[in-house]
């Protein structure tokens, strides 16, 4: 499956990130997204507030101001989807991803 994600819509959390920065089934929405490094191909900013980022592999910097996190931790969130509940959705899109 080809993930498409677009600035201004939603996405959703379907993996916790490894210090906890984003969990499992949180919706955020899509501010800003940036090519990566190897690591993280692609890397986007939903909001949260830090002092930059940059990836502990390679020390590539994504950015000096703004926490940019790897798409791979998200998919795009649909809400005609909003009656399925986050924990299904994740189900689904787990399948979707393998
Ligand atoms: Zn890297």
Redesign the pocket.
Same mark, same amino acid.
């Given at each position: 499956m080809k993930v498409h994600f677009e600035v201004g819509k939603r996405v959703i959390c379907i993996k916790d990130h490894s210090n906890l920065v984003v969990k499992k089934g949180q919706v955020f929405e899509l501010l800003g997204i940036k090519k /990566?490094?190897?690591?993280?191909p692609i890397i986007i900013n939903i909001g949260i507030k830090g002092l930059g980022s940059s990836?502990y592999?390679? /020390?590539?910097n994504g950015d000096n101001q703004l926490i940019y996190l790897n798409s791979t931790l998200f998919a795009p969130y649909d809400d005609s989807l909003s009656e399925v509940t986050a924990e299904e959705l994740i189900e689904t899109l787990e399948t979707l991803l393998v």
């Open positions: /990566g490094c190897m690591h993280a990836c592999r390679c /020390g590539f």
